[in-house]
Every structure is written in C-alpha cells, then in structure tokens.
C-alpha cells in the first residue's frame, strides 16, 4: 500500500488536520497516520463522511488513491 499523497495536499491547502479527521471518524489520531500513510486502509465509511464533510468537491476516488495507483 501506498500514501494518499492526494489527501495530504488537499489537507494542507485547506488548512485541515489530523486532528480534525480523526474527530470526525472517530479514530485516533495515530490510526488516521497509518490509514493515510498506507500500513492501513480507510473503511468504505471513513472515506464518505471525511469525503462528505471536507472535501465535498473534489473527486473521491483520486482524494484516496494510493501513491502507486496515482502514477
């Protein structure tokens, strides 16, 4: 597995942290590290509602997709 390099741009050109996403899915902040950068995976859930409550515009499949399924 790979980053989701694309969900850490967009987290920092919208100012968001990990804090903030760990908030809203009810996670700890170290698990939503390990699910951003690749030792683990968001659930189809996760992804909605972060999807849903901050990134609401942009494309969910590239938001989430790993560094080697971007190339």
């Known amino acids: 597995m790979g ?3 694309n969900l ?3 987290m920092t ?4 942290k990990i804090r ?6 009810n996670i700890t902040e170290k698990s939503l590290r390990n699910k ?3 030792k683990s ?3 189809l859930s996760e992804a909605n509602k972060i999807h849903h409550e901050y990134f609401y ?3 969910k499949s590239e938001l989430f997709a790993r560094e ?4």
């Not at 050109?13 to 968001?16: D, H, L, V, Y």
């Not at 903030?20 to 899915?25: D, F, G, K, M, V």
């Open 3 to 5: 980053e989701c390099l």
């Open 8 to 10: 850490r741009v967009e």
């Open 13 to 16: 050109r919208k100012k968001i």
């Open 20 to 25: 903030q996403l760990a908030e809203c899915i």
């Open 36 to 38: 951003i950068c690749g």
């Open 41 to 43: 995976d968001f659930t």
């Open 57 to 59: 515009g942009l494309d």
């Open 68 to 71: 080697e399924e971007a190339s």
